[in-house]
């Protein structure tokens, strides 16, 4: 059974950039520090691989997820990965409206909400998850009930400002189970799953 | 950080995992806002044996306490006890001439001044810092060593957050502890100063 999974890397004051992110500047001033818990990074994937195991397990379970949903804006800043964010696997994008010039053979936007979306993504991964990234997704997830699993990778620095990973969420509390919890030198990695 | 060794002046609280202490309109009467008391659960075994009896028993056992005044006021002054009688420094913008704070509650308008004296009061214990704007105080003035948050598995949407946005640049931490309670995930961060 296909899981909706949102990996996002978050500073104990919740922020998952620095101020001032755009394109020239994805991560915002000084948001990299929120990265350091994945490798030194490179053209391969694989140069992104943490060193220490506990990081591997997450950094692994991610890249084998059988889709990817991710915000327009992340999208945008990403360059969609160049069209493949890993292992060639379908990228869906919730959109108002699609760009009249999609270059990109694996990115499919999707216009008709983010259930639909959602659906997509899962139909296309099959037995795998669906990995989510991106804050406004997120949210939008959360509100439909979409998003089964939170892995966070709880980094131990206060960045001040930012983006916030959680904003605009309904006042109803939403209930989470903490399932596992990987503790590396970098990094605190919080799996929760979504109570319904 | 030789400043560690002694007694540390550690914030306490509660936080869901997006970032609020309080439910949304705390105030008198409703002093952890509505709903708020969702992130107290924990404490509902503070007298038990396991990880959450151990942090409450250790937040007991703090030497002074340092609160901001709007935290201090909603707590009702804590009658001028928070625990053991130990003194309870307030931070605040104004004293008000002839507000004499009850038991060992003392009003202080200057951050350093009061941790200063908070430290030698609690002597060889920590001191116990509380409420999100004598954190931020606290943290600004670079008199905050320790942080144990008790994270809890909720999204409350709305309500007081811990952490303002605030220009300060990185404050880098550093995790010392985690003890798994029912309820709370109780991380402590050691705050490392710039040199």
Sequence with gaps: MSRVILYMAMSLDGFITGPGDDKENPAGVGGMRLMEWLGGGGPEVADWRPGDPQSQIVFDELMSTGAVVTGRRTGDFAGYWGGDHHGGVPIFVPAHTAPADNRYERVHFVTEGIESCVAQAKAAAGDRDVLLHGAYTAQQCLKAGVLDVLEIQLMPVLLGQGRLLFEGLPADHIELDLVRTLEAPKVLHLRYEVRR | ?195
């Excluded at chain 2, 951050?111 to 060889?124: F, K, L, N, Q």
């Excluded at chain 2, 709305?158 to 010392?176: A, N």
């Design chain 2, 1 to 195: 950080m030789t400043e560690s060794m002694t007694a540390p002046i550690r914030l306490y609280m509660s936080m869901s995992l997006d970032g609020f202490i309080a439910g949304p309109d705390d105030r008198e009467g409703q002093e952890l806002g509505r709903d708020g008391g969702r992130l107290f659960n924990w404490l509902d075994d503070r007298m038990s044996p396991g990880p959450n009896g151990q942090v409450f028993g250790e937040l007991m056992a703090t030497g002074a306490v340092i609160s901001g005044r709007r935290t201090f006021e909603l707590a009702g002054r804590w009658d001028g006890d928070h625990h053991g009688g130990v003194p309870i420094h307030v931070l605040t913008h104004h004293a008000g001439e002839g507000d004499v704070p009850p038991g060992s509650a003392k009003f202080y308008t200057d951050v350093v001044a009061c941790a200063t004296e908070a430290r030698a009061a609690a002597g060889d214990r920590a001191v116990m810092a509380h409420g999100a704007g004598a954190a931020q105080a606290l943290l600004q003035a670079g008199q905050l060593d320790e942080l144990e948050i008790h994270l809890v598995p909720v999204l409350l949407g709305i309500g007081r957050p811990l952490f303002e946005t605030k220009d300060t640049g990185h404050i880098e931490l550093q995790l010392i502890r985690r003890l798994q309670g029912r309820d709370a995930t109780h991380l402590r961060y050691r705050v490392r100063h710039h040199a």
